[in-house]
């Protein structure tokens, strides 16, 4: 059974930086995409950056220039950088993996989910 691992939430002041990791485990053959979901209270999920198996990225306006992700392909980790941060980054941050285990199956998982507060 795959499995998703988030930390890193926390609180910080405006402007402060964070690292928000993921790591996965379980048996995946392939990761096809990994990226970052964010809701804030009385809003939508909305996915704010992504990374493709062969290293491409994307990135919501809200977060371009101050967000920046990552991988670590060896250990299926996934990472975050937020720098920059302002109060509309609070919400919960959530880990997504696009994966293919051995026998050709696709899965779409989302991680438990990790809190990030911005603010004075």
Known sequence: QVQLVESGGGLVQPGG???LSCAASGSIRSINVMGWHRQAPGKERELIAAITGGGNTN???????RFTISRD??????????NSLKPEDTA???????????DATAYHLWGQGTQVTVSL
């Open 17 to 19: 930086s964070l690292r």
């Open 59 to 65: 990135y919501a306006d809200s977060v371009k220039g």
């Open 73 to 82: 392909n060896a250990k299926n980790t996934l990472y975050l950088q937020m």
């Open 92 to 102: 919960e941050y959530y880990c997504y993996l696009y994966y293919t285990e051995a």
